[in-house]
């Protein structure tokens, strides 16, 4: 709803300052016109960012990783450049179609997904239902496969839903993202500490109300039950990476899911927070390298 007065973020404006724009693509697939960030050559690692982020959040992995890997970053629908696309693109259903038909377009199978919080959900439930990912390791980094637990479960929807039909909300949250304070405790409230970069990356997304108006509707729509209850189906390999501070998913649940597949790899990240792989990008990249280690 009110899509149209919100814009996707256009690439002109913003291309000349962007991380590693020279590796940018834009590619069209599913409906949907994706900016993809691809580097390196090697065994295919997909890569995917987490709800009102963007792929510069892989910025300081992927040089890192590019050696190894032929890296791919996408922006998910609605996010930074790529556009919204048709009808439930948003959803969970609707990213990981969207990202299958992408990854048709590239010609590509990954014989690794990671995904940051949202982003590990997408990527569990793209290898729960694509029978070309049966052998594709999962690397989830903080990741959001299970409802959050008590109040914010019972609000978060509904206030996502309020918010994604108003149609100021968008615009009055991206004026307040204007202001750096704002964007230094937003980030600062998941546990993690950005450098200069990573917070003007943010402001620029969120301080952009077509970005902002996306993620409402991804979180209006967002549904983990039917995943949650699938994840002990995963019998790929599968590792996750956990900041010991992270205060948007708590590190319990990442044992939780331990639990529903026993095959998993738990590595902790001491001190670290929900952006983990922002904050540390070498730790990060040496830990990837280790559980790839057999690719």
Known sequence: ???????????????????????????????????????????VLLLLHGTGSGSFSWRGLMPLLSSHFQVIAPDLPGHAF??????GSLSLQGMSEGLRALLLQLNVTPSVIGGHSA????AANMLLQQRTLSETQLIGFNPAWLPLPGLPSLIFRPAAKLAAINPISAWATA?????????QKSISQTGSQLDAEGLALYQSVFSHSGHVHSVLNMMAAWQLNALSSAL??????????VGTQDQTVPPSMAYEACKLMP?????????LGHLAHEEDPAGTAQTILKICESI
Do not use: C
């Open 232 to 241: 002990s189906q995963i019998k790929n390999e599968v590792a996750i990476l």
């Open 263 to 271: 095959q998993t790899r738990l590595y902790e990240q001491p001190n």
């Open 119 to 122: 982003g590990a959900a997408i």
């Open 1 to 43: 709803m009110f899509d149209s007065l919100y814009p996707t973020m256009q690439w002109a404006n913003y291309r000349s300052t962007w991380p590693h724009a020279q590796h940018s693509q834009f590619i069209q697939a599913g409906g949907i016109q994706w900016h993809v960030q691809i580097m390196g050559q090697g065994p």
């Open 175 to 183: 004026k307040l993202a204007s202001k750096p304070a704002m964007i």
């Open 82 to 87: 790529t556009s919204r696309g048709p009808e």
